[in-house]
Each structure stands twice: as structure tokens, then as C-alpha cells.
């Protein structure tokens, strides 16, 4: 039997890679900070070595994950920001939010990333992620900031962001703690934040 290729050991790392950052993803939605190597494993049915290999401990698993997460995020709502989302809303920040919550309904990640910023990073010890949020800010948060200044003519864009922000991120903590992942209404509950947006901003 031949040895494997450089581009099938890669091909095999992306995969393992991939495995445990969604075992990750699901550990941590039940166990919050408090997950463990060991628990990541065995969601992955994987050997603890094997993880292990990957990862020397979790808070380096933690950063991969948040920053895939960023990286899965932005590409979702690329559409929005480029108008090639074949929305019918006359908004791109409605278009952008509805493509950011299904994100965060198919990708725990990224519902854990967004959850993250919205706490400060609380659980996470001394200021490791402050690139990671200021890559935030400028990749996800200020262009949606930018889109409802010129579209919504908010007073105040940044609070209104926040509160779309957290509106999001409350809907799929309740419905994923509550184990109704999968019942989530998103274009229900976007539809919901911009009627109230639109209704106080005239």
C-alpha cells in the first residue's frame, strides 16, 4: 500500500478539523465554557488523542472555532452586502440579518460567536479574542451599522444595530435551550424586529 499524498493528509485534516469544531460547537451549547477535551471526543467519536493531536487544549479549540465562525458569517451575508441576495426586502439590513440568523440556526458556531460578543467575551480569560472582535467589528457589525444609516435613517444606527444584535441572538438562545432548534420561525422573527424598527423610526 503506497503512502498517502500531501493533498490526502490535507484533505484528512480538514475533515478531522471539521469534525471536532462541530462536536465543539454542540459540547459547548450544553456545557458553555465548561467543556472539555474528553467530552469534544466523545461527540465526535473520536479517540481523545486523535482531538488531542489537533488540539493541546480547549481554549486553542475555542479561538479556531470562533474564528471559522467569523469567517462562516461573513461569507453568509456577503449576498446582502453585495445586493445579490434575490431578496425581495427593499432593505439589505433585513436581507442581512435574515441570512445571519439562518446562519446561526445551521452553524451552532456561529450562533456561539455572536453570543460571545454580545457577553464581551465574559468567560473567556484576559484579552486573547480582542483581535477577533475588532475583526467582528469591522466585518459584520459596522457594515451593518453603514446599510441602516443609509437605508433606515436611524437617529442613533449603532443602537439599532445592537438591538437587531440581540433580538437574533435571544431568539436562538431560547429555542436552542429549549431544544427547538429546528422550529425556529427566522424570517418570522426578522420580519418582526424590522416592522418594529420601521414603525418607531417614523
Known amino acids: 500500500m503506497s503512502p498517502r499524498t500531501k493533498e490526502q493528509n490535507d484533505a484528512i485534516r480538514e475533515m478531522r478539523m471539521s469534525q471536532i469544531m462541530q462536536a465543539a460547537a454542540e459540547v459547548y451549547l450544553e456545557k458553555g465554557i465548561q467543556l472539555e477535551i474528553r467530552d469534544v ?11 488531542y493531536h489537533y488540539y493541546k487544549n480547549k481554549q486553542m479549540l475555542l479561538e479556531d472555532l470562533l474564528w471559522d465562525a467569523l469567517n462562516q458569517a461573513e461569507t453568509a451575508v456577503i449576498p446582502a452586502l453585495t445586493g445579490d441576495d434575490g431578496s425581495s426586502s427593499m432593505f439589505k439590513a433585513e436581507s442581512f440579518s435574515r441570512l445571519l440568523l439562518h446562519k446561526c440556526i445551521q452553524e451552532p458556531s456561529v450562533f456561539i460567536l455572536l453570543k460571545t460578543v454580545a457577553d464581551n467575551f465574559h468567560h473567556f480569560p484576559g484579552n486573547r479574542f480582542s483581535k477577533l ?5 469591522e466585518r459584520i457589525y459596522l ?27 435571544g431568539c436562538t438562545t431560547l429555542n436552542i435551550h429549549h431544544n427547538m432548534r429546528n422550529e425556529i420561525d427566522a424570517d418570522g422573527i426578522v420580519d418582526m424586529i424590522f416592522s418594529g424598527i420601521q414603525a418607531r423610526e417614523r
Open 41 to 51: 471526543a466523545v461527540q465526535a467519536e473520536l479517540g481523545y488523542g486523535t482531538v
Open 133 to 137: 472582535y475588532g475583526e467582528f467589528q
Open 143 to 169: 457594515p451593518l451599522v453603514e446599510m441602516i444609516r443609509q437605508e433606515i435613517g436611524s437617529k442613533s444606527p449603532e443602537k439599532t444595530a445592537n438591538l437587531i444584535f440581540g433580538s437574533l441572538v
